[in-house]
């Protein structure tokens, strides 16, 4: 990768870090080179050195600038790049569609990444910027990570467009996270009433590990349209880490009996994940409630007949139909 942003202070510096954390190899930066003599460097080497692909990241604008878009037509003449992909915010609606516009008609572009499309635009400048340029949307960008970046699929984005979810998407991503194993294991657990606070922190920590929370529920059918209850229920990353902190504040014999945990033992816990002791009660009430509820659900036969007893405030009704050849989780 090599950058040609010689504007934004460290950009090309901020390059150089996310190719050392993912293990790509940048283009030695050279104070004061010139885009065009970048880019031509970085051809270079890449022959040299026997690289199959070369990454150019031009500047950013978050508006057509004539100057830059000179650059970027100068770019391209001197190295007459394979792809040319528009990277744009599916936030910026009208703009976003102006700017792809632009750089068909002067650059020529041969796709576009749309980042930003697990908030709440969900995708829909995907369609007007494929009208207005006749190129296909490549990637789609559902977080900030650098495993965050989907394939597009026009199914899936016409769902998300329509409130209708991503089923295969969510189970996707659950399955790069999380081990087949121990989510039988501990599945097996919650309906036999065998469920601990250890068994809640790792399934936190799988949580956490797929992406933004808020971006996941959107990816569940129906409850796009439950923005406000959503909203009101306070779902939140930042709330998710502290629960994980309150449990890993707890010792072992705590997580796997929770009758241990009396006054003075909750504020040691409470000082322990810097929170207070209400933080720690509702914790373990949930934790109660989500025993309570996966024991009920264990006695109606959940693991036979695939179907869920119904969540409180969300209603009852069992399982989304998965996608064909898909098998379910609970047979």
């Known amino acids: 990768m090599a950058s040609l942003d010689i504007y934004r202070p460290a950009a090309q510096q901020q390059l150089k870090q996310l190719g050392e954390q993912n293990a790509i190899a940048t283009l030695p930066i050279v104070f004061g080179e010139q885009p065009v003599a970048i880019a031509r460097r970085a051809m270079q080497t890449g022959r040299a050195e026997g690289y199959d692909v070369v990454m150019l990241d031009t500047a950013g604008r978050l508006h057509i600038d004539q100057t830059l878009m000179n650059e970027v037509q100068q770019v391209r003449d001197a190295v007459s790049p394979g792809e040319t992909l528009l990277v744009t915010d599916a936030m910026a609606g009208q703009d976003a569609v102006n700017v792809a516009r632009e750089f068909h008609d002067k650059v020529g572009i041969t796709g576009i990444v749309l980042t930003r499309v697990d908030g709440d635009a ?10 207005v340029t ?14 965050q970046l989907d394939a ?31 989510a039988e294991k501990t599945a097996e657990k919650m309906l036999k009433g065998q469920f601990t606070l250890e068994d809640m922190e790792r399934q936190i920590a799988q949580l956490r590990k797929m992406g933004d929370l ?3 529920l959107g990816m569940i059918p129906g409850l796009g349209k439950m923005k406000q209850q959503i909203a009101d229920a306070d779902f939140d990353d930042k709330k998710i880490a502290r629960q994980q902190a309150i449990i890993q504040s707890m010792t072992l014999k705590e997580r796997r009996n929770p009758k241990l945990l009396n006054g003075s033992r909750r504020k040691r816990i409470a ?41 409180p405030g969300l209603g009852g009704g069992g399982m989304p139909q998965l996608p064909p050849g898909m098998k379910s989780p609970f047979k």
């Open 134 to 147: 006749n190129t296909p949307i490549k990637f789609l960008g559902v977080g900030e990570k650098i495993d």
């Open 152 to 182: 597009f699929d026009a199914k899936r984005v016409a769902g998300s467009i329509l409130g209708q979810g991503d089923v295969v998407g969510l189970v996707e991503r659950a399955a790069q996270v999380i081990e087949q194993e121990e």
């Open 271 to 311: 000082a322990g994940a810097g929170v207070q002791v209400s933080e720690v009660n509702r914790l373990l009430k949930q934790f109660e409630m989500m025993s309570k509820m996966m024991k009920k659900a264990g006695k109606m036969g959940l693991g036979k007949t695939g179907k869920f007893p119904g969540l």
């Open 214 to 216: 808020k971006g996941l």
């Open 122 to 131: 969900r995708g829909g400048a995907a369609l007007s910027m494929k009208a």
